[in-house]
């Protein structure tokens, strides 16, 4: 196999079963992408993983998946670390327990590859994501070249999801930050959306795909209170910097 | 103008039987157009010169007149609930479009409200029934219901897009006419042409823009493969999932850009003290206010005081605060929004200011923030208060910001100030704090004003010259002040001739200047009390119901005038029986009357207690003394 064009990374932890629909789904997405031609590896980060985690993917029927296996105890590490090991010029990580769309893959590749020759820093996104299991809904993206589009909202939420298929560069340069160890929280993908915004990525949605996303009832609220608080130390947050945060053509005109 | 109303008349067949006209309209289009109306939407489409000659709160009616006259012929929306390009798209789909020359909303309402063509992306009626089912009885069409009841109430939801506002209530919107979603409306106004769109409409639009994609046949393949997969995803797409498309439905967009626009318009990127204040208008706390502001300016220095103004967008007498302290009206950036936004868009500018103390004077929203969010903002900054005096209600009993704000908010505050001994004693009393909390309640009188006036002697000369008895009586014709007090003693003694000064503030009492004993003689608002002509005037008659240390009591004091007050609050601190005369009796109008008599009885006397009263405010009522016990307060903390 010559360079990949795309890395797939499945991180799991402790799932087993649940993850029967999201790697049927990441299968098919892969066998896509490789029929419209590109080079797909598939790995799957076993970060801490349980003795039925790693049963479960050591099954046969996971043979065509390279399984690494990591003892970061922490998904921003284990994803920067498996980011190093891993060879395609793109990335796109997948949760163990959502799922792909059938298409995500090839036409993810496909919209990054047009946006690079146009010399474009793009990250794309699933134009939307469907929410499952606890409750069904539909979130539509607005990427950041729509109207709509306000840096504020950055200090709400995470802008974008956490599964995004991203040049193998842009996470060399803005890794994940690791927990916020006082708080116990991840919010590695929020980081890494303020981030990559603020050093000029552009992020994009890329049409008719999407992202299944298994829905549990956590503690949310309280999450994304502590949340918020960190999001505004961030230095492209704050209060004199943040409506420059992700203005198209900002970072080049820096540059 | 009414010629040209008419003129745009040539579809009003559609009006059937209505013969009567208002305003070149059939009453039945008349009557539409008054439901549609949304004055304050209508009012954001003009400029500054046309909005002040209709003033803050026009009404419909006034909004409609001026509509029909100047905003139809301009293009404006009248109503938040017509948007022109989405009823022309939906005319195309019946094949019709509004003729040329007419003014597509017109158009509306009389052809197509016939034509029941929903005018709006905001508005869906058959979710709006489907989810509404109660309203399947209503006996008009049912975009009437939403636009007379269900955008006023945050029950009815209009749309598969959602509400299109924050879900919280507010008791006025119906009678101004101010739909909920009106903030998201005027959201970002300045990004969007509002005489065709807004944020809000084209947020709901690339929602249902989102919805239709999901009809796409290349999405539901997706869809139908995951599905396969997945049983958990079954039926994604039933019509009644919710459909957000952040950030537009999201109110902490508004309330995280609002914050950052206020820090903008303060003007200044860090400050050392944040002095909350409610407003600024004829009141002794506004100048409290302005005596805090002054001494914590001459301890930190220029730009290290920010006053911001929480609760209500007037700020009358500037002059209290020092030149150079900049001041901030929080409200124009809050206005529309519902709690807790409005404390939440406080704690977010407070925190960007990183001040080293917060101080709230007044300040309703400032006290919500500390009572609600305390931790939180104790996080950042010391907390410290002002406690005037309570407030009594209709029914006597006590309320205001010393009863729940107070006891909600004492864990987060760093020190308290208090203008009243007695006020001080009676809540460290009334709450059995302990050493702790009891150190951190601080005495500290106000200075007196700056002005030097000595009326001594006057009484005595216009006794002696048998002058009729003039008395002075100055504050807001307000419940607290007690004037109907001052019209029973004016009954009581027509021969004393009472010259009330001031102004109604609050307005929760009525005065019928028409209906006033013939020996009152209101003589209107006051720049200042040392502009009054003291020496025309025999004595201060004071009478409120409940205070704190009152500053025209101590002006009268500082100027020498003899005073009869109600021993409320601490008024008793100030005017005693060897300095004055006070009326236990507050709410007695015979009790008053005899102090004045005892009072008129001995001249002399009278001027040797106010001259006693006048020597001890200036002792102890100092401005030096004020600045420099503000400043070791700021620099140590209360255990100073």
Redesign the interface.
């Known amino acids: 196999m010559g360079t990949p064009d795309l890395s797939v990374i499945a991180t799991a932890h402790s799932e087993t079963v649940v993850c029967g629909p999201t790697m049927r789904s990441a299968d098919l997405a892969v066998d896509a992408a490789r029929a419209r031609g590109y080079v797909v590896e598939t790995i799957v980060a076993l970060d801490g993983a349980t003795e039925a985690t790693r049963a479960y993917f050591e099954q046969p029927r996971f043979g065509h998946w390279v399984r690494w296996e990591f003892a970061e105890g922490d998904l921003g590490r284990v994803r920067n670390a498996a980011v190093a090991r891993s060879g395609g010029r793109y990335v796109a990580f997948l949760d163990a327990d959502d799922l792909y769309s059938e298409n995500w893959l090839a036409e993810g590749v496909a919209a990054l590859d047009a946006a690079a020759a146009e010399g474009r820093r793009v990250i794309a996104h699933p134009e939307l994501n469907v929410m499952f299991d606890g409750g069904n809904s539909v979130l539509v993206h607005i990427d950041q070249a729509s109207p709509l589009f306000t840096p504020y909202f950055a200090y709400l939420r995470n802008y974008h999801d956490s599964l995004c298929m991203t040049p193998r560069e842009a996470h060399l340069t803005i890794p994940y930050v690791s927990r916020d160890i006082p708080n116990g929280l991840s919010f590695q993908d929020w980081q890494f959306s303020i981030e990559t915004m603020a050093a000029g990525w552009e992020h994009i949605l890329v049409r008719d795909t999407i992202i299944f996303k298994r829905r549990r009832d956590t503690s949310l609220g309280q999450e994304s209170s502590n949340r918020r608080s960190i999001v505004r130390k961030l230095p492209a947050m704050a209060i004199d910097r943040v409506q420059d945060l992700a203005r198209l053509g900002k970072a080049s005109e820096r540059a | 103008m009414r010629q040209w109303a008419s003129r745009v008349r040539p579809t009003a067949g559609a009006d059937g039987p209505d013969v009567e006209e208002t305003q070149g309209l059939a009453s039945s289009v008349f009557e539409r157009l008054r439901w549609c109306a949304h004055p304050r939407f209508y009012l954001a489409q003009l400029d500054e010169g046309e909005r002040g000659r209709l003033g803050d709160e026009p009404g419909v009616e006034a909004v409609v007149k001026h509509y029909l006259e100047v905003g139809a012929p301009r293009g404006l929306r009248v109503s938040a609930l017509f948007n022109p390009d989405w009823y022309a798209d939906r005319l195309a789909e019946i094949g019709l479009a509004v003729p040329d020359g007419e003014v597509p909303f017109l158009h509306w309402l009389r052809t197509g409200w016939d034509r029941r063509v929903v005018p709006t992306p905001l508005f869906d009626p058959d979710w709006y029934l489907e989810h509404h089912p109660v309203l399947e009885s209503h006996p008009r069409w049912i975009l009437h219901h939403y636009l007379t009841r269900g955008c006023y109430q945050p029950q009815w939801v209009p749309s598969p897009a959602g509400r299109h506002h924050g879900g919280a209530a507010d008791d006025g919107a119906a009678r101004r006419q101010d739909p909920l979603f009106l903030p998201e409306l005027l959201h970002?106004a300045v990004?969007h042409d509002l005489t065709r769109t807004s944020?809000l409409e084209?947020?709901v639009r690339?929602?249902l823009d989102?919805?239709r994609?999901?009809d796409?046949p290349?999405?539901r393949t997706?869809?139908d493969?995951?599905a396969d997969?997945?049983p958990?995803?079954?039926?994604?797409?039933?019509v009644e999932?919710?459909?957000?498309?952040?950030?537009?439905a999201?109110p902490?967009?508004r309330m995280?850009?609002a914050?950052?626009a206020a820090?903008?318009a303060l003007g200044v990127?860090q400050v050392d003290t944040v002095v909350l204040v409610p407003h600024c208008r004829m009141s002794g706390a506004a100048r409290v206010a302005g005596l805090f502001t002054d001494a914590a300016r001459v301890a930190g220095g220029p730009d290290s005081v920010a006053v911001v103004s929480t609760d209500l967008p007037v700020f009358e007498r500037p002059s209290l605060f020092p030149d150079d302290v900049r001041v901030l009206d929080l409200t124009r950036h809050v206005a529309g929004m519902a709690q807790p936004a409005r404390r939440d868009v406080l704690h977010d500018l407070l925190?960007?200011l990183r001040p080293a103390r917060v101080v709230l004077i007044n300040s309703l929203l400032g006290w919500q923030l500390v009572g609600e969010r305390g931790e939180d903002v104790a996080g950042f900054a010391d907390v410290g208060a002002y406690l005037f005096t309570w407030e009594i209600d209709e029914h006597g009993h006590r309320y205001g910001y010393p009863v729940g704000p107070f006891q909600q908010g004492l864990p987060h505050l760093s020190w308290v100030l208090f203008d009243s001994d007695r006020m001080r004693a009676e809540l460290v009393d009334r709450y059995l704090m302990p050493a702790a909390a009891r150190d951190r309640m601080i005495f500290l009188r106000n200075p007196i004003a700056d002005f030097s006036v000595d009326v001594g002697g006057v009484l005595e000369r216009r006794r002696a010259a048998g002058l009729p008895v003039r008395v002075l009586w100055a504050g807001r014709f307000d419940r607290q002040k007690r004037f109907d007090l001052v019209v029973d003693i004016a009954r009581l003694r027509p021969d004393l001739e009472i010259c009330a000064w001031g102004k109604p503030v609050l307005e929760d009492i009525d005065l019928d200047p028409d209906d006033l004993p013939p020996n009152i003689r209101l003589m209107g608002v006051y720049d200042g009390f040392d502009q009054l002509p003291l020496d025309e005037v025999d004595f201060l008659l004071y009478t409120s119901g409940w205070d704190g240390i009152p500053n025209v009591v101590l002006e009268g004091a500082q100027s020498g005038l003899p005073i009869v007050a109600s021993a409320v609050g601490g008024v008793p601190e100030v005017v005693t029986p060897e300095t004055g005369y006070p009326v236990a009796e507050v709410d007695d109008p015979a009790a008053y009357v005899a102090a004045i008599e005892a009072l008129l009885a001995d001249p002399a006397a009278a001027a040797a207690r106010a001259a006693e009263l006048r020597r001890q405010v200036h002792q102890l009522f100092d401005a030096d003394d004020y600045r420099s016990r503000i400043a070791k307060l700021l620099a140590e903390g209360p255990m100073s």
């Open positions: 970002r990004d944020w084209e947020g690339a929602v989102r919805r994609r999901l796409d290349a999405l997706q869809i493969i995951a997969l997945e958990g995803l079954h039926s994604p797409l039933r999932l919710p459909t957000v498309a952040p950030p537009y999201h902490g967009t995280a850009e914050a950052t820090h903008s990127d925190q960007a």
